[in-house]
């Protein structure tokens, strides 16, 4: 894993998720699901929207669901 993607917590993968055209679908407790906005057919990435870190399998997992490849991810962490 990328070593700019270690130590992101949920708030930085949410800002992630809306810079890539997610929106909210629904939300239990403190995770939430997201899907493409443009896409009613994109499958859910799951977050937990208040986690302090996230454990870089989980991550791993968010970046999979998200269809973007790691490389990507850290492309937008530096425009956000």
Do not use: C, Y
Request: no cysteine.
């Amino acid at each position: 894993m990328h070593n700019r993607l270690k130590g992101l917590n949920g708030k930085d993968v949410l800002r992630i998720l809306k810079f890539f055209g997610f929106q909210i679908d629904r939300q239990t407790g403190s995770h939430q699901q997201w899907k493409k906005a443009d896409n009613p057919r994109s499958p859910r990435v799951t977050v937990d929207g208040i986690a302090k870190s996230i454990d870089p399998g989980t991550l791993r997992s968010i970046i999979r669901q998200s269809g973007f490849t790691e490389d990507q991810w850290v492309e937008a962490l530096d425009k956000i």
